[in-house]
């Protein structure tokens, strides 16, 4: 505790490489007794772990959430990559589960829509906000990896081994598995609708493997190949569809994603609510911010604090909050809205990345409990 976070992080990734090239397992021990810990006792509902670029007791959760300094970019780019090692060396899902929390909520939220820039700390205080470097001005860790991290939007929706593919994450793409001349195209506008479609594309008819991650967030999850319903192996979190692909074969995966929520760790004021994989949050007006406030040339982080009591306060159980939205999506954007039936006001809930240029909460102040 008290470690500088970021510094350690890729200590743990060349761990696992030097057990990838020796197959010394006290290393690869290591890299994975460190993911394990930082997943479970350091990582905020975004993904992003720190604050103020530091670890902490998991009970210090709570007392952090009103500084103004969050997880920082940097961090998760690493955990990233330190995921990525070890899943290359044991496929297991789990590490597909951390990667598509830090992916939808906290890498594609970090930049600027306009210029690009990326954000370095996200502030995690209620009615607070985000400051995106400046193309000039702005030269910090988060920069280098801010420019990286785009390169990491693509990197885990597939895997393969020799006789198979993975798809781990219902995202649009194009796959081009060279080996076997297959090639998968995924249409989707996950999470607005809860399908996605794969089509396959190969000159002759090849027999393989595709196999299809069952998100742990889904309570059911339906497939069809061609129209018709498949009933086939699930093995360690994926159903295994293994056949003749041809030309123009279709697959259809139907998820069932629900609204939930999730306790600050260590803590229990705080609340994060997600739609499935997707943390959901709430923009907090103020007239007096510019988009200017948003691009401080040399500041990388928000000084212009207002009460966090500015942004919505739960005053019943988030079961019985939950209960209340009525999602009702605009301009092809996912969103809930809450009555001021069990808070503090009436607000609407939408995907985490997808607010810019506003003051937001993503954790909610929950005043009945005790």
Same mark, same amino acid.
């Given at each position: ?26 290393? =690869? ?7 394990? @810990?930082?997943?479970?006792?350091? &990582?905020?509902?975004?993904?992003? %772990? $720190? ?121 649009? =793409? ?7 001349? @297959?090639?998968?195209?995924?249409? &989707?506008?996950?999470?607005?609708? %809860? $399908? ?175």
């Amino acid at each position: 505790h008290g470690w500088h976070a970021n510094t350690q992080i890729p200590k743990f990734t060349g761990f696992e490489r030097v057990y990838t090239y020796t197959g010394n397992e006290d290393f =690869s021990r290591a890299a994975r007794f460190f993911w394990q @810990i930082v997943t479970e006792k350091h &990582t905020w509902a975004n993904g992003g %772990n $720190s604050t103020g670029e530091h670890f902490f007791p998991i009970d210090q959760f709570e007392k952090k959430i009103p500084n103004v300094g969050g997880p920082e970019s940097c961090n998760s780019v690493n955990m990233m990559r330190l995921t990525e090692a070890v899943y290359q060396n044991d496929g297991d899902v789990k590490y597909v589960d951390y990667y598509e929390r830090i992916l939808l909520n906290h890498i594609l939220a970090n930049f600027d829509p306009e210029q690009g820039m990326c954000v370095y700390f996200t502030s995690l205080r209620p009615a607070h906000y985000k400051v995106y470097g400046s193309k000039y001005d702005s030269f910090w860790c988060c920069t280098g990896t801010g420019m990286q991290a785009p390169a990491k939007l693509g990197k885990m929706i597939y895997a393969k081994t020799e006789d198979a593919v993975y798809v781990n994450m219902y995202v649009a =793409s194009t796959l081009d598995w060279a080996e076997k001349g @297959i090639k998968l195209s995924q249409n &989707t506008t996950f999470p607005v609708e %809860n $399908s996605s479609t794969i089509t396959v594309d190969c000159k002759k008819a090849k027999r393989a493997t595709i196999a299809l991650r069952h998100p742990w967030w889904s309570k059911e999850m339906s497939v069809t190949v061609n129209g018709e319903q498949v009933i086939a192996e699930q093995k360690d979190g994926y159903i295994l569809i293994e056949r003749k692909w041809k030309m123009g074969d279709e697959i259809v995966i139907t998820l069932q994603p629900e609204l939930r929520y999730e306790v600050v760790p260590g803590g229990k004021h705080y609340h994060a609510y997600f739609y499935g994989p997707v943390l959901l949050g709430t923009r907090v007006a103020d007239p007096a911010m510019t988009k200017a406030d948003f691009r401080r040339t040399r500041v990388n982080v928000g000084t212009k604090r207002v009460p966090m009591e500015w942004a919505p306060e739960i005053t019943a159980s988030p079961e019985a909050l939950i209960s209340t939205m009525k999602r009702n999506d605009k301009d092809g954007v996912l969103r809930f809205y809450v009555p001021k039936t069990h808070s503090t006001k009436e607000f609407w809930l939408e995907p985490y990345n997808n607010i810019h240029f506003s003051r937001y909460a993503m954790y909610f102040h929950n005043k009945s409990v005790k």
